[in-house]
């Protein structure tokens, strides 16, 4: 009776004594090393070189844009997209961080942020289609898209590394992962949204499946897709910051050789220029957002 009493007693003070810890690290460790050992060619052989050289082509594009001629085109994007006052303040808060002397690392952190958004649609839009078309897909999609999404940013550094060494392709590939499931969950959630009766309309008119999809779906779910591109655009400009540690060039150096050298004007200087160009990006998306086919359907 009395060992009875003691295990209980055990059980309840102190429950995760009476068994080993479980070797999570360890298994995790293991999981990891098998992979680079037997993968690591193969993903810098097929992955690197799509995502640097678009990386690449998009940062020379901007890059040969002077820059009062990028700072009118900003306004046009703006005024078009939104409002006036949208372009105003795009112009201003660019041209803010030009003369803060951070231009050129405002440039690079913008064409990591669309190639990752670029890849981002690429991959999302499909799967987040497939998802809005078979149940059992959208089943399996949610528990990996909870654990992409939920998994601290700082986590996706480590493999990253390891697979594709340091630099901008290692930071473009954990922020595509990390900034992908708003992609996905929204294009399912706007598809699936639209009326039945417009699906419906479509198909008593002779409509396929594939008809119905690109002419009647998506152009109804473009505001729902929409403003899972927004946040797409925020979560990987808030992940190329965090990327400056493993080599990702742009403001988010300026914020990290700042810590490191405990330099708090420049730090801020970075910091600041990440705000604007988020701001910026907000309303942009935004206002594409709302002038879509489809809003208010």
Do not use: H
């Not at 690197?48 to 820059?67: D, F, H, T, W, Y």
């Not at 660019?94 to 990752?116: D, E, K, R, Y």
């Not at 998506?218 to 797409?232: E, K, S």
């Amino acid at each position: 009776m009395s060992e009875f009493l003691e295990l209980m007693r055990q059980l309840i003070t102190d429950p995760f004594g009476l068994l080993d810890a479980l070797p999570v690290r360890q298994w995790i460790t293991d999981a990891v090393n098998w992979v680079v050992s037997n993968f690591r060619t193969t993903f810098r052989a097929y992955i690197s070189p799509p995502v640097r050289g678009a990386m690449e082509l998009i940062q020379a594009g901007l890059m040969a844009i002077p820059p009062g001629l990028f700072l009118i085109g900003t306004f046009l994007i703006g005024w078009r997209a939104a409002s006036w006052r949208v372009g105003l303040f795009s112009f201003i808060a660019l041209a803010l961080v030009g003369f803060m002397g951070v231009w050129n690392a405002l440039v690079v952190t913008l064409s990591l942020v669309i190639t990752a958004v670029l890849f981002c649609m690429l991959i999302g839009l499909p799967l987040g289609i497939l998802c809005s078309r078979s149940d059992l897909f959208a089943k399996a999609m949610r528990p990996i898209l909870d654990i992409m999404q939920t998994t601290p940013p700082f986590v996706y550094l480590v493999p990253a590394v390891m697979l594709f060494s340091i630099g901008n392709v290692p930071g473009l590939i954990a922020t595509i992962i990390f900034a992908m499931p708003p992609m996905i969950r929204l294009t399912n959630l706007g598809i699936r949204q639209v009326p039945t009766e417009y699906i419906e309309a479509a198909e008593a008119f002779g409509s396929t499946p594939r008809q119905t999809l690109w002419k009647v779906q998506i152009p109804l779910a473009l505001p729902t897709v929409m403003a899972g591109l927004n946040q797409t655009i925020m979560l990987a400009l808030s992940m190329v910051v965090i990327a400056a540690i493993i080599g990702a060039g742009g403001l988010g150096l300026e914020v990290y050789a700042g810590l490191e050298r405990l330099n708090i004007g420049q730090a801020f200087v970075g910091g600041i220029g990440i705000v604007l160009l988020a701001m910026v990006l907000d309303r942009i998306t935004q206002g594409l957002g709302e002038k879509v086919p489809g809003k208010g359907k």
